[in-house]
């Protein structure tokens, strides 16, 4: 499975991911508005690749994926869905390394992640969750064309929850804002 954008390549986590993965969520920016993350070692970050993001794959067929630059080959983070049992939801994600903020990467690929997801797995929905304080996350959800839903707990955090429906939203996805915000 390969996704592809104007400027970036989506692929399989691979275990050797993990160096660049761990040194991504070392950084305090990175990971402030997400708790309890398992980083203390390339180890740990390793085995979590192997029990989360292979084994979706795996379950699932689909899970996060490593974005790389098209241009340089650099790993810039992860974005793609996961499938959540607990509340029978599939879930949009994505991180970046820091000095890949602010340029439209994470935009660019979570609309390819969706556009795969509502046409080629056939989803017809899928959500997206953050702390109600990371803009920059929700941000991204609302120029995706994600509506909110709720505020909810989940993981033992307050999180606001946007939704995104096949049938009603797939031909905006990304094309433009949907107003509403918690
Ligand atoms: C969230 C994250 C993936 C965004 O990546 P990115 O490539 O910078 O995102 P984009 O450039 O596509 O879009 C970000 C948008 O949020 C806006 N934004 C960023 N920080 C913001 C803030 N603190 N307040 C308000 N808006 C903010 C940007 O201006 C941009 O909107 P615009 O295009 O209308 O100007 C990145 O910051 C990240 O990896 N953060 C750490 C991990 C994380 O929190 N992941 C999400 C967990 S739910």
Redesign the pocket.
């Known amino acids: 499975m390969l996704l592809e954008t104007k400027r970036l390549l989506l692929r399989r986590f691979r275990l050797e991911d993990a160096e660049d993965a761990f040194a991504m969520n070392q950084d305090p ?6 708790p309890g993350e398992s980083n203390a070692t390339v180890e740990a970050v390793k085995h979590l690749i192997q029990t989360t993001t292979l084994s979706d794959y795996e379950k699932y067929g689909y899970g996060r994926m490593a974005i790389i630059h098209k241009t340089d080959g650099h790993f810039m ?1 992860f974005s793609g869905l996961k499938f959540l049992p607990d509340l029978q939801e599939v879930d949009l ?6 000095r ?9 690929a979570a609309q390819v992640v969706v556009r795969y997801g509502f046409e080629t797995l056939g989803l017809q929905r899928i959500i ?4 109600r304080d ?4 929700i ?2 959800m609302q ?1 995706l064309g994600m509506r909110f839903w709720k505020v909810s707990q989940y993981a033992g955090h307050e999180v606001v929850v946007y939704e995104l429906t096949h049938t009603a939203d797939t031909s905006q996805a990304g094309e433009g804002l949907t107003p509403g915000s918690p």
């Open positions: 920016r990175v990971t402030r508005f997400i983070g994600g994505y991180r970046l390394i820091q890949d903020w602010g340029q439209g990467y994470a935009t660019e997206a969750m953050a702390m990371n803009r920059g996350s941000r991204v120029k």
